[in-house]
């Protein structure tokens, strides 16, 4: 690299600029390089030349570890599922298509209980309950009594984190909650970069001052099913997985076959009765993609 480029992270893209944070914490006011066709996404590691005043040209695009779409942004590396411990009750649905989601991705997934000051619903008690024998501890966590706040930003520590849950969970104020009450219609970059408050659709990462980032998206509650083969799925569901290499048959899909060590695990209470229904629901609309498909 030359003595006068530098790489960044993009953190937001607005009225045509892209604002890039460089290692030193500096945002830099970008326009595009001309050879740059490719889209530039939130959370795109790029190469950029730093002008005067906060001014710089973006030269490229780093290779990206991922990119999802809704929300649109790349390099995500902390999915944060976020379930409220009561109104609205937790979806298990939602939450597994969210963590098949993550291990597909290669993105680390966190639970959060959310409104743990309130009674917590007996789905929650369950996520409680269930979940950390898969190696997935929730956080509990409640805007209001600041709950689990401490917690989540050393989780988040050096990682770019994106929100998903339903609508309702509380994501909003737990984002105030982190990025210490910042509203999250104001956009705090803004100020930073001397344009003044102004609201907008683009998705924004705030740095948080202990380290990392978090998306400031209206998170995702509708999930579609990765590209992902019948045969593959059991793989995403590690409570199903340990235990699958057990079934008789190599193709075992852990559905009509008569002889299964999974559905025999499922009557024996050693996994979810809900964890297996989701499985064979996903199961069943990746199986009618392929019979479409040919």
């Known amino acids: ?11 937001k893209r607005y009225s045509g600029f892209y604002y890039v944070q460089d290692e030193q914490y500096q945002i830099y006011e ?18 950029f030349t730093p002008l005067e005043a906060g001014k710089g040209i973006l030269e490229s695009i780093i290779p990206r570890k991922n990119e999802l779409y809704r929300p649109r942004i790349a390099n995500v590396n902390l999915l944060l599922i976020i379930m409220a411990c009561k109104q609205p009750a937790p979806s298990l649905i939602l939450l597994d298509k969210l963590l098949l989601l993550a291990s597909f991705y290669k993105i680390t997934p966190q639970i959060l209980l ?8 007996s789905t929650s008690v369950f996520i409680e309950d269930y979940y950390p024998q898969m190696g997935l501890p929730p956080i509990k966590t409640s805007a209001i009594k ?43 970059l803004s100020k930073k ?38 045969s593959e799925l059991a793989a995403y569901f590690n409570d199903l997985s340990s235990i699958a290499e057990e079934c008789k048959f190599n193709d075992c ?14 009557n024996e209470g050693l996994i979810a009765q809900s964890r297996y229904n989701n499985y064979i629901s996903i199961l069943e609309e990746i199986l009618a993609k392929e019979r479409s498909y040919k």
């Open 253 to 266: 899909l852990h559905h009509g076959e008569k002889e299964c060590a999974v559905k025999d695990a499922v």
């Open 193 to 230: 970069v001397d344009r003044g408050k102004h609201t907008t659709r683009h998705v924004e990462l705030y740095p948080l001052e202990s380290g990392g980032w978090i998306a400031d998206t209206p998170g995702f509650s509708q999930v579609e099913v990765p590209a992902i083969k019948s």
């Open 114 to 121: 959310n409104k743990s000051d309130l009674p917590p619903d």
């Open 30 to 47: 970008c326009k595009l390089r001309g050879k740059i066709k490719d889209p530039v996404f939130t959370g795109d590691r790029v190469r």
């Open 1 to 11: 690299m030359t003595a006068n480029k530098a790489e960044g992270l993009v953190l």
């Open 146 to 188: 600041k709950t689990g706040i401490d917690t989540l930003r050393i989780v988040i520590e050096n990682k770019i984190a994106v929100f998903a849950g339903p609508s309702g969970a509380g994501k909003s104020s737990l984002l105030n909650a982190l990025v210490d009450g910042i509203s999250v219609k104001t956009q705090e």
